[in-house]
């Protein structure tokens, strides 16, 4: 599966960002889709996650902030970031977590969030 990320760039404080991610390939062996970050210095990091049937888990650090959601007949994941926070600044990574287990990622996709 290849995955295209886009939708990063330069926000200040509070403000909003949407990333995207389609996928192509071999997408019907996709089953759970998600969000990752990392910033300088530290590990990736979850930050949310969709199943194929549209339940979501969230980083207590973007709850109520973040919304991920999944067009199938699109073969895109979407994180809408609302009231995005200096902290919030990291590379950005696209992931699906496929049904035999594999996982693919994506290209990274920078966030940088300005006080």
């Known amino acids: 599966v290849q995955l295209q990320a886009s939708g990063g760039g330069l926000v200040q404080a509070g403000g909003s960002l949407r990333l995207s991610c389609a996928a192509s390939?071999?997408?019907?062996?996709?089953?759970?889709m998600g969000w990752y970050r990392q910033a300088p210095g530290k590990e990736r990091e979850l930050v949310a996650t969709?199943?194929?049937?549209?339940?979501?888990n969230y980083a207590d650090a973007v709850k109520g902030r973040f919304t991920i959601s999944r067009d199938n007949a699109k073969n895109t994941v979407y994180l809408q970031m609302n009231s995005l926070k200096p902290e919030d600044t990291a590379v950005y990574y696209c992931r699906a977590d496929k049904y035999d287990g594999r996982v693919d990622w994506g290209q990274g996709t920078q966030v940088t969030v300005s006080s």
């Open positions: 390939g071999s997408i019907f062996s996709i089953n759970n």
């Open positions: 969709i199943t194929s049937g549209g339940s979501t």
